[in-house]
């Protein structure tokens, strides 16, 4: 079945290599395949690896155009294992107060909202929680994605200055409001993720 798709998301396992090759490879695979790469990053617990390519306009994707670019992968980074593909479909962006500063962080939250609860954590999302934390310092970019593959279903992602960002006070007090409380239990399958930012 063919979903609106503005983006790629490549999930995939890396063994040690130097990220500038990486980031190298991440561009050329994606222009390869006419896309352009929006962020390639790597986790440094366990080389899971997150590769953003985006398309040059939404699109009704199917998913017969997935396995092409996995194996793309494959022969531009032999490195990568494990190659999963995912249309994503974005529904909230926005620039953060660190907007134009190198993103050197990557961090992402997968949930799948409890049954009913999607309304609400839409609600939730769009007019506090994205808002609130693109606001505050550190915060170069706040995105949220539909993942129509792979899932969780909601896929949010933002890209900062320093991990430390996330402990400040200024993001706790975004995390810890009572409408948070009320949504945050209603999370399901949730993986959080922190990224060191390659490309």
Known sequence: MQKPTDCLLLQFTLEPAPADRLAAAAAQCCADSGLSLQRLARAQQDGLAYLYARLPQRTLLGEEALP???ALLGRRIPVAR????SRLQQVYTAPGHAHGETAVFHYVVETDPEAGWLPELERWYD?????GLA????CILAQ???NHDQGPLSLACYDLVSEQVLGSPPWLAVRG???SDIVRPHFTNTRRTMFRALG
């Open 177 to 179: 409001t009572p409408w």
């Open 135 to 138: 606001r505050v310092p550190g």
């Open 127 to 131: 007019q506090e929680h994205m808002p």
């Open 68 to 70: 092409p670019l996995a």
């Open 82 to 85: 494990d190659i999963r593909v």
């Open 144 to 146: 949220r994605y539909y």
